[in-house]
Each structure stands twice: as C-alpha cells, then as structure tokens.
C-alpha cells in the first residue's frame, strides 16, 4: 500500500513537470502555421468532449456557427486553455458561456464566466509572461494563448463584471501577414 501511494506521488510529479515543460515549449516554440479550415462550435465540443466538467458547472455554446482558416491544434490549445481557467475560477459551480459572433472579415469568440472575476492588479499583467495567480501554474499558458492568437492576426482581451475572455480572428488567410514566424 505505502508503494502504491508513493508510485501515484511520483506519476502526480511527472504529471506536473511534464505541463510545466510543455508550458514553456509552447511559449518558446514559434512553429510555422498549418492553415486548415474549421468549425469554432465543434472544436470547442470536441475540447469538451476531453476535459473534465464539474458536476456544477454548465457549459452554454451558441448555437451559431463559422468556420476560419487557421491552425486548428494551435487554436486549440487557445481554447482549451481558457476553457480550463474559466472552470477553475469556478470553484462553487456556475456558468461558462461561449458567445460567437461575425461580420465581413473577423469573427469573435467570447468566454464568458460567472467565476468571481479577476483583481485589478491581476488583469493588468494576465497575458504577461510568467504571471501566474495558481499556486502551480507556470504563468505560460495565458502569455501563449496570446502569442497564438497574434501570430493568426488577432487580438486577445479580458474584462471583468462578467468575467469574459474575448477572441477575434480574421476568418481567412488572406487577412493573415505574409510573415507568420513573427
């Protein structure tokens, strides 16, 4: 028994380290885009489909729909990873509401959170490398986030009262710089 828990321990640690790592792979890491077309709405199911939702946290997603070109394993990691913080900052449950909306050339993705929002000396430094408010967090995952989203051509911000993460992406390459290893 006293080997089984110090196994778990250890597979926990590695578990840990191995985040953190990737964490700052994917900060440090500009890898050239791999532009493919997608569907917003099912790429967030299909991030949902693979993480773990509290019994007390809905999830609402619009029932609109677009599709841009983008790197979809990029854009995941985007989503996934403002997923994850919006449920975290939910500790008593509440509710995660994913807004889509479109004009000619953009699209905008917001995250909007029922959690108790974000200080304000926080919210200034959020997208800051190395920032961190969890105790084990990296303070990458939001700084990668928004290095994603620049190299797409897009903006990434946050506001309180509801908490809401907003994305806007242009919705075909050709609204993408001819650079994309910035």
Not at 66 to 87: G, Q, Y
Not at 147 to 161: A, C, D, F, L, R
Request: hydrophobic share 35%; charged share 25%; proline share 4%.
């Amino acid at each position: 028994e006293t080997v089984a828990k110090r196994i778990n321990l250890i597979e926990k640690s590695i578990d840990r380290i191995s985040h953190q790592v990737d964490d700052v792979l994917d900060y440090v890491r500009t890898s050239p885009l791999q532009f493919m077309q997608c569907s917003v709405r099912d790429t967030i199911f299909s991030l949902i489909d693979r993480i773990t939702i509290p019994d007390d946290i809905q999830i609402k997603i619009d029932k609109f729909d677009v599709n841009i070109v983008c790197d979809s394993e990029k854009m995941e990691a985007v989503f996934i990873n403002i997923l994850m913080n919006s449920i975290q900052a939910m500790p008593n449950g509440g509710t995660l509401t994913v807004k889509l909306r479109s004009n000619d050339d953009f699209i905008e993705i917001d995250f909007i959170d029922t959690g108790n929002g974000i200080s304000e000396e926080s919210i200034e430094k959020i997208f800051e490398p190395l920032f961190t408010t969890k105790q084990k967090g990296t303070g990458l995952g939001l700084a990668s986030c928004k290095n994603i989203v620049e190299q797409h051509n897009g903006t990434i911000s946050v506001k309180n009262n509801p908490t809401t993460f907003s994305i806007q992406l242009p919705k075909t390459p050709q609204s993408f710089s001819k650079t994309e290893d910035n």
